[in-house]
């Protein structure tokens, strides 16, 4: 750790650069934000860095690739928590599950991509915010029709998958 840290209980806190860590506190108006790791909480206030909003977007990238490649191997898996498990067995059900994890795939890797290599991932951070967008959207377009025990969490997943990548978007590429 060096002489740059300084120890508080069996944390070490940096005195240089400690903001620009995950693992630290953010402050708000002079008030730690207790227990909140720092990328959520920077995210909201505006105070992301780029190494720290493109880390974001690659856990997100990561995701999404998973989900991907998870809708193409087994398709109900995905779909049932959506549509419900015996709806997810439906052929035409496992077809469109498999198309938006092709989408989700390709998504999930060009963001990746992008991002080992340091190219500009903007585009790709927006491209998934807005196909998250319009899945929460489908959803809240039948969501009285849907499974009660999967609707929420399908809700609350794209809406904080969409919401987290309309916030990354602008960070991802400063300089």
């Known amino acids: 750790m060096g002489h740059a840290a300084q120890y ?22 002079g008030v730690p934000v207790r227990g909140v790791p720092q990328w959520p ?3 909201v206030l505006g105070a992301l860095g780029r190494d720290e909003a493109r880390r974001a977007a690659g856990a997100l990238a990561a995701a999404r690739t998973l989900l991907g490649v998870t809708a193409l191997v087994l398709p109900r898996l995905p779909a049932g928590p959506w549509v419900g498990a015996g709806e ?5 059900v496992r077809l469109l599950a498999r198309t ?10 060009g963001a990746l991509l992008v991002l080992a290599h340091d190219g500009e991932a903007r585009r790709f951070v927006e491209a998934g915010a807005l196909a998250d967008g319009c899945d929460a959207a489908a959803t809240l377009l039948a969501f009285k029709e849907l499974p009660k025990t999967g609707r ?8 904080g998958a969409a919401a987290a990548g309309a916030l990354l978007a602008p960070l991802v590429d400063r300089l």
Request: proline share 6%; aromatic share 2%; hydrophobic share 45%.
């Open 88 to 92: 997810a067995r439906r052929t035409s």
């Open 8 to 29: 508080h209980g069996r944390r070490p806190v940096h005195r240089l650069g400690a903001a620009h860590r995950p693992h630290t506190r953010v402050p708000v108006r």
């Open 41 to 43: 909480a920077a995210l």
């Open 100 to 109: 938006l994890g092709g989408r989700d795939l390709a998504l999930g890797l």
């Open 152 to 159: 929420w969490l399908v809700l609350a997943s794209t809406i």
